[in-house]
């Protein structure tokens, strides 16, 4: 029998919901490119509810402990006191969001002496110590294409957002103003704009698929460029450098993972480089941005504004300077945790979960690390190494 430790975020301040906005959700049967949805056995669970907080229980306790295994359900996931701490040494299975992660660094992995398996509900294994996984042999998953439509949503909801400066406009309604000239000072079109995605994978063609209606020139950079047919359907132009494709582009919108060539990509000289007044848009991961470069860039104007739901590390601690530095759009980690995306990506850890305890093969595309190397998608996406250091700040979220 096994004991699974899932670590999800708080339930709502007000109580789990007992009512929801909607009756149900929209129906979908594929991705785009025909990639099937999660397809396990069975769901213990009505989609459209809340499963990514801890009363949801990403639905899996019925089914875990019908064949006898011990589940923990947990937000406390900070500091050597927290209940993940506590639980890991005899887990056998860990179960995170990238919302709310559980960092499975090198030091806690080396604790977990029984782990086997590490599941993502979502997208994104950098909170895992992927070296770390690869050295001990622990299979790390994670539910591959389940929300990357959410994200590319918000990532043009956000653009949308700064450029035509909606936050401020809607804060004037709030204070019971009607300040037109206040809000249409920093308001443009995005129409004729250059934008540009750094990667251009599920996230990022999804991205630049949406934005081709708005009537903007579009460019991306990739390590693995798009087929000349999609190239020409979008009218797409790719630049073999990250810095090539900044410097034309009036937004920028990043898409890529965080793995240790990424890390920290968009400093003080890459910032340096891109279009005086420009907006950077990042649902990727916090860590690909330097925190305190993107501040000083919005304060002396080199970018208009910065907009994005990944921080790091997260929870992001009260006195982050991207919560007040002007211009911003921030939200917290909320992009691909849409009930929709929930619904999905529940389902997806319940299928992982069924083909490991049955001993089938996990899915290709949900491998990121299996048999000692980067699998699936991580070997496609990834490169090997750590991404985790500094995630002990995490842990002041909760003392403040």
Not at 188 to 215: C, N, Q, S
Not at 268 to 278: D, I, P, T, V, Y
Request: charged content about 25%; hydrophobic content about 40%; some cysteine.
């Amino acid at each position: 029998m096994a004991k699974i430790v899932c670590i999800l975020y708080d339930d709502p301040v007000d109580g789990y919901p007992k009512s929801y906005a909607r009756d149900g959700l929209a129906k979908i049967d594929h991705y785009p490119g025909g990639q099937t949805l999660p397809s396990p056995k069975a769901i213990d669970f009505q989609p459209g509810t809340l499963l990514g907080s801890v009363s949801g229980e990403l639905g899996l306790r019925k089914y875990l402990e019908s064949f006898g295994h011990t589940l923990v359900v947990t937000s406390d996931k900070d500091g050597p006191d927290s209940v993940f701490e506590k639980e890991l040494p005899d887990a056998d299975i860990v179960i995170s969001q990238p919302f709310w992660p559980a960092y499975l660094t090198a030091e806690r992995i080396a604790k977990a002496q029984k782990l086997k398996l590490a599941i993502t509900a979502g997208i994104g294994s950098d909170h895992v110590d992927l070296q770390a996984a690869i050295d001990r042999g622990i299979t790390v998953a994670e539910v591959t294409y389940c929300n990357s439509i959410s994200v590319s949503e918000h990532v043009v909801m956000m653009i949308l957002g700064l450029v035509r400066n909606y936050i401020p406009s809607y804060q004037w309604v709030v204070e019971g103003g009607w300040n037109i000239a206040d809000c249409v000072a920093r308001s443009y079109d995005v129409e004729g704009m250059h934008v540009g995605t750094v990667a251009a994978g599920r996230i990022g063609l999804a991205v630049l698929r949406r934005l081709k209606p708005f009537d903007v020139v579009l460019h991306y950079h990739d390590r693995h460029r798009l087929p000349d047919a999609v190239e020409k359907e979008l009218n797409v132009t790719w630049h073999d450098t990250v810095e090539d494709m900044v410097k034309v582009c009036d937004v920028v919108t990043i898409n890529c993972p965080l793995h240790p060539e990424t890390e920290n990509l968009f400093n003080e000289k890459m910032l340096s480089q891109m279009k005086r007044g420009a907006y950077l848009v990042n649902t990727a991961r916090g860590k690909i941005c330097n925190r305190d470069a993107v501040a000083r860039a919005l304060e002396t104007g080199q970018l208009a504004g910065y907009a994005g739901d990944v921080w790091f590390p997260q929870p992001a601690p009260k006195d982050h300077p991207w919560r007040t530095m002007p211009h911003h759009g921030m939200t917290p980690h909320i992009s691909g945790t849409s009930l929709s995306a929930q619904a999905r990506y529940a389902a997806g850890t319940r299928e992982i979960l069924e083909c490991w305890f049955e001993g089938r093969p996990i899915r290709e595309e949900y491998l990121i690390v299996d048999g000692g190397k980067l699998a699936g998608a991580g070997a496609h996406s990834y490169s090997a190494g750590d991404a985790t250091s500094g995630s002990e700040e995490a842990a002041r979220f909760k003392g403040e």
